[in-house]
Nanobody
Framework: QVQLVESGGGLVQPGGSVRLACAAS????????LGWFRQAPGKEREGVSC???????DYQDSVKGRFTISRDSAKSTVDLQMTSLKPEDTAVYYC?????????WGEGTQVNVSS
């Protein structure tokens, strides 16, 4: 079965850190660009960060310097290290694997930033 499964979400205090992980099963992530997206209540899903097959990364302006995306071919995972978290980072976070003719989404993991 082809799927992406996110983990690592939860409740974190403002200024804290959390690491999200996304693991692939049933396929290899090597042939895909990878991304993290998020959707806050009442808002549309938005891109947070992405990483190409060659390791080139990009970030939404609001998370630059705070979030770091990484991929591990051996483990077939893509992680998102989030630091200096703010209440506005509260959202469901989704990982995505995409190519010209394939597009896979995970089910999402909730991150709540609150004191």
């Amino acid at each position: 079965q082809v799927q992406l499964v996110e983990s690592g979400g939860g409740l974190v205090q403002p200024g804290g850190s959390v690491r999200l992980a996304c693991a692939a099963s049933g396929f290899s992530l090597d042939y895909y660009s990878l991304g993290w997206f998020r959707q806050a209540p009442g808002k549309e899903r938005e891109g947070v960060s992405c990483i190409t097959r060659g390791g080139i990364t990009d970030y939404q302006d609001s998370v630059k310097g705070r979030f770091t995306i990484s991929r591990d071919s051996a483990k077939s995972t893509v992680d998102l290290q989030m630091t200096s978290l703010k209440p506005e980072d509260t959202a469901v976070y989704y990982c995505r694997a995409y190519s010209l003719n394939r597009n896979y989404w995970g089910e999402g993991t909730q991150v709540n930033v609150s004191s």
